[in-house]
């Protein structure tokens, strides 16, 4: 057992920590949330240093490190602003995961560079008006027509999709099959694609510097080597992607339940009430002790995911585990700080309501935290 | 006779300040520990200079050679050794200012001698050397002392000491330099002034000062509108302009303008010593600080322990209101 | 150009609250955050840009504890090849002269054209090691430098003088630089130099390594020995003003207007 992150480990903190607590300044987390903008200048800097490319194989001009090291800046970057945190570390989403498991050399050469290096962002677009947490029929669809697909369909809620250079769509490729979800197929597709159109989505609750969108294929003609591994295997495909960036996602919500957390263990030590600090009030401090745990707990479980999908042991019912109870954490954490902030908390100067705006996506992105229950029970069942 | 050495700084035909306040702490130490003062000059053409020298010290060493026209530590090291050398004074002080950290360490290390630098203050406690200088920015102060040798060499911070004039009409004695071969490791080329931008902040009666403590770029025209509405000029700390966000013209402190408005108000300056020169002798101050302990509250009329940016836009409201224009 | 670069591990001090500790001569190091001394990282910054420039090499030095390898793998990370740590607990105690001598003992055996140190560090504040080092190796040195410019056997370096002047002298290699804030604009770390910097060995040596004795190194090799430390006096007794941003703002803005200055 070893409970500690080894010493290249705590460099990339550092590193990470250094740069975002310079570049997040307080004064632009307010600015974007407010605009609603992507920080495109923010997410290229931070990709020149290598911090949004951590899982990227180094032939990619990635960093080649494994997921644990990503949830590390993933989580630091959410820590000093979980809206800024979120846009950044989700830039180039699932394109390079999926490519780099089942694309071709051509596809990972052609696409995973940009992304890396910050050159480009990607959407990843499974989510349909009509298909949320049930994806098992898509009704996108994608025929073939010579050596094309003819798409159509529309999705919805897809994270970066007016920006994005690249794109992954999951289509329903054969009607008829039954189960339908053993006729989905995914493929990859350029921003400049005649008939392909974003529509930005505004009014988000938080995580308001990253944009979603949504997305209207109408005749989308793609070359038969668009298909992203073999044909009719996209769900199995997205079932895996997500086992494994669902993780980032716990790490998302535990960097934004730690940032809420000091801020208000500094707030409770400096402000004072009936002639006292409150943080010597137990009904204030204890609560404090019980974030700490709270978010020790969600830490390590998701560690334990990240570091069991770095051995090679994808467990999905530890990755489920990890979301599930990072996101609940995030949730209680950043609600306790406004707390603790009192009145002053619930105004966006003092940041906290912020962070417990942002912190509810993660209980409902890459699958909500009630799928993360059925996951969890589901694998009880068949261990048990 | 016991002697105490102050070395005589100027640049450009100016005797520099931290000289007579040097003079003016050397008199007092000489006295108590029975020795002569001296002021030492090294230059070309500086009689003048030692004219002046002559009513703060009893006596004035004038070393005249056409390669001290400019300050050069290597130049200064060789001259200055052999004086001390001959005279073994019991103390040599040096201005903590640009020329002294570019000598006085090299110096003292040639001949051996004991350094202490940045002092604040000096006393002797019998043949001990007691300094006080400061760590940490100015938070703490230490009391410290220096090896015992009999002779020791001390930098002197720039303003720790006022100057207090008397006619001492000191001798002034004239040594030949004692340079022989020319020294040509270093060689001073020119002075040089940095572009200005074209705000003179020592002209303005009101500055409001920023420093760190403003995180980013992006803050400075909130706390510019603060200095408008009172009808002054920012002004600044030296990181804000090593990180670009303000022109050089505008740092106040040793390494850039000293100022004496009618009011000056500090904004996220922790008051390191540096920037507290350039503008103590202003006629109000002002400083907001988060922190209860910085040092800039030791100099402050007035203090705010508070996040700055709670209060900037409140402060330029109200003094709007009171100025009668509309918000 | 090879350029050695002296650089120390010092606490992040400006914003956190220094406490005397129960010796009285040092301060509380519990709760302070360390990384390279401000100073120190522009040095290192432009030691990498004349690498980068130039060719060559960067070695970064330091005296310090284990715990000032952070800021030697800094150093690495940002572009050094090679990190040295003196250390020794008879070093403890050392002024900036033990310092100097330390690091003297340990460069003279290295080869190099530069040395590059900060101007001086933000917790002693000595203004020291860069020219005492220079004077131990026989070599010129320049202080508060804010620009450097090279031309085959010299360089040339421009010094900050008080009040906003500078003056340009010319020095002949090798050289010993203390560099002023403000030269360049120091760098980030990228991922790529932490995995650069985790292949590179930090090597470590002690008093027995280097040819110093006891008595020349800690308090006994010093010039200075701390022997208390205390509060700074105030000048001014300051009015603190309290109450609520706006009450604040409110009772500034009278006495801005009582001393007529509306
Ligand atoms: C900001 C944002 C960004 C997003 N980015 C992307 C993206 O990039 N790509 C993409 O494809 N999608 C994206 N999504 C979509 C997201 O993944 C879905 O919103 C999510 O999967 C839930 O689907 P839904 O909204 O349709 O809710 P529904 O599936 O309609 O669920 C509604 C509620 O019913 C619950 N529920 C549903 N089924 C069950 C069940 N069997 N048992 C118990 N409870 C159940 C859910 O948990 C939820 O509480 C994004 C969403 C948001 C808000
Ligand atoms: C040779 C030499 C010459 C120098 N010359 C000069 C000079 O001419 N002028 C000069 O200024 N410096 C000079 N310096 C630098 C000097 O030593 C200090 O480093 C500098 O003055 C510190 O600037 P600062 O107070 O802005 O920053 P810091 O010391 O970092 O202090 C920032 C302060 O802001 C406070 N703060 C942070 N956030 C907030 C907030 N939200 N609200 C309120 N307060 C906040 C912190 O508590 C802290 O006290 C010189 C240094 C050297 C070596």
């Known amino acids: 057992m070893h409970f500690e992150l080894d010493e290249e480990q705590k460099e990339i903190k550092r590193a990470v920590k250094e740069f975002c607590e310079k570049e997040f300044t307080p004064e632009l987390a307010l600015e974007f949330d407010e605009k609603e903008e992507f920080p495109t200048e923010l997410y290229k800097k931070a990709a020149k240093l290598g911090f949004t490319s951590m899982r990227i194989h180094e032939d990619y001009d990635g960093q080649g490190y494994g997921l644990l090291e990503d949830c590390i800046v993933v989580e630091e970057m959410c820590r000093v602003d979980p809206g800024l945190g979120a846009a950044v570390s989700l830039g180039n989403l699932m394109v390079p995961d999926i490519l780099l498991k089942h694309g071709t050399e051509e596809q990972k050469k052609k696409y995973i560079p940009p992304l890396a290096k910050g050159d480009a962002i990607s959407a990843a677009a499974f989510s349909e008006p009509e298909h949320g947490s049930d994806i098992t029929r898509m009704d996108t669809t994608a025929a073939k027509s010579g050596n094309e697909w003819i798409i159509n369909g529309s999705k919805e809620f897809i994270t970066n999709a007016p920006l994005a250079d690249v794109f992954i769509v999951l289509c329903q490729t054969d009607p008829n099959v039954t189960p339908s979800h053993r006729g989905q197929s995914i493929f990859i597709m350029e921003k400049v694609t005649p008939g392909l159109e974003a529509t930005k989505l505004k009014g988000k609750m938080g995580i308001r510097p990253c944009i979603t969108g949504s997305l209207s294929l109408s005749d989308v003609k793609v070359n038969e080597n668009n298909v992203v591994g073999e044909l009719n295997k996209g769900f199995y495909y997205t079932l895996a992607l997500f086992d494994e960036t669902r993780i980032t996602v716990a790490a998302q919500a535990v960097g934004m339940a730690q940032g809420a957390f000091e801020r208000a263990f500094q707030y409770a030590k400096t402000r004072k009430q009936f002639g006292s600090p409150i943080i010597k009030f137990q009904g204030i401090s204890f609560k404090l002790a019980d974030m700490a745990v709270k978010i020790e707990a969600a830490r390590m479980l998701t560690h334990k995911a990240a570091w069991l999908f770095d051995q090679g042991r994808l467990d999905p019912m530890a990755t489920s585990m990890a979301k599930v109870f990072a996101g609940r954490v995030a949730m209680e954490v950043t609600d306790e700080a406004i707390q603790i902030y009192g009145g002053y908390g619930y105004l966006a100067d003092y940041h906290v309501e912020r962070f417990h705006r942002c912190a509810k996506i993660t209980e409902i992105y890459e699958g909500t935290s009630e799928m993360q229950k059925l996951t969890i029970i589901n694998q009880l069942l068949k261990r048990m | 006779m016991l002697e105490i050495f102050v070395l005589t700084e100027h640049r450009q035909g100016q005797i520099r300040d931290i000289t007579f306040e040097m003079l003016t702490k050397g008199r007092d130490l000489a006295e108590k520990a029975g020795a002569d003062l001296t002021a030492v000059v090294l230059g070309k053409d500086v009689r003048e200079h030692a004219k002046t020298l002559s009513e703060y010290a009893k006596k004035v060493l004038l070393v005249e050679d056409k390669r001290l026209e400019n300050f050069n530590s290597e130049v200064y090291k060789k001259v200055l050794s052999d004086l001390i050398n001959k005279h073994k004074p019991l103390l040599i002080m040096i201005g903590h200012t640009s020329f002294g950290v570019d000598l006085a360490p090299s110096l003292a290390a040639a001949l051996k001698l004991p350094l202490a630098s940045d002092c604040i203050n000096i006393e002797f406690e019998g043949a001990t050397l007691l300094i006080t200088r400061q760590m940490y920015g100015g938070k703490v102060n230490v009391k410290a002392t220096v090896r015992k040798v009999g002779c020791y060499i001390v930098t002197v911070r720039q303003a720790a000491f006022s100057v207090q004039k008397l006619s001492m009409n000191g001798e002034i004695i004239e040594k030949s330099s004692s340079l022989t071969e020319e020294i040509t490791s270093k060689r001073f080329i020119k002075y040089v002034s940095p572009p200005l931008s074209g705000v003179d902040i020592t002209a303005a009666d009101v500055l409001v000062g920023v420093g760190r403590g403003i995180k980013d770029e992006s803050n400075i025209p909130a706390v510019e509108e603060l200095a408008r509405s009172l009808g002054g000029v920012l002004a600044c700390s030296r990181p804000i302009v090593d990180k670009g966000w303000l022109p050089n013209d505008r740092q106040v402190g040793t390494s850039g303008k000293i100022v004496k408005p009618k009011l000056y108000i500090a904004l996220g300056i922790s008051g390191a010593f540096q920037h507290v020169l350039g503008m103590k002798s202003s006629d109000l101050i002002i400083a907001v600080n988060k922190d209860p302990n910085a040092p800039v509250f030791n100099f402050s009329d007035y203090g705010v322990v508070e996040d700055l940016f709670k209060l900037v836009s409140p402060l330029k409201n109200k003094i709007c209101e009171l100025k009668g224009h509309k918000i | ?262």
Not at chain 3, 130 to 147: R, S
Not at chain 3, 169 to 195: C, D, F, H
């Open chain 3, 1 to 262: 150009m090879d350029v050695i670069v002296c650089v120390k591990h010092v606490p992040e001090t400006a914003e956190a609250e220094i406490k005397i500790d129960s010796t009285g001569k040092a301060v509380e190091k519990i709760g302070l955050v360390f990384d390279i001394n401000e100073s120190d990282d522009y040095a290192l910054e432009e030691a990498i840009r004349i690498k980068e420039k130039l060719g060559g090499t960067v070695t970064a030095l330091t005296v310090g504890s284990g715990d000032a390898d952070s800021t030697l793998r800094k150093c690495l990370a940002r572009g050094a090849d090679q990190a040295i740590r003196l250390t020794d607990v008879k070093f403890n105690g050392s002024d900036s002269y033990a310092t100097a001598k330390i690091l003297h003992s340990a460069i003279k055996g290295l080869s190099f054209d530069l040395i590059l140190t900060g101007a001086l560090a933000s917790d002693d504040g000595y203004t020291m090691v860069g020219p005492i080092l220079a004077e131990l190796l026989g070599i010129p040195h320049a202080t508060m430098v804010k620009n450097i410019e090279f031309s085959d056997d010299v360089v040339k370096v421009n010094r900050e003088l008080e009040g906003g002047v500078e003056e340009i002298v010319e020095v002949k290699l090798p050289v010993a630089l203390s560099v002023q804030t403000g030269i360049n604009e120091p760098r980030y770390v990228s991922i790529l130099g932490i995995k650069k910097a985790m292949r590179k060995e930090i090597k470590v040596l002690g008093l027995v390594d280097i040819d110093l004795s006891e008595n020349d190194v800690g308090e006994a090799g010093s010039w200075i020995v701390i022997e208390k430390m205390f509060v700074p006096p105030v000048e001014k007794q300051t009015e603190f003003i309290k109450g609520t941003p706006e009450e604040v703002a409110a009772k500034i803005a009278e006495i801005i207007k009582s001393r007529g200055l509306m």
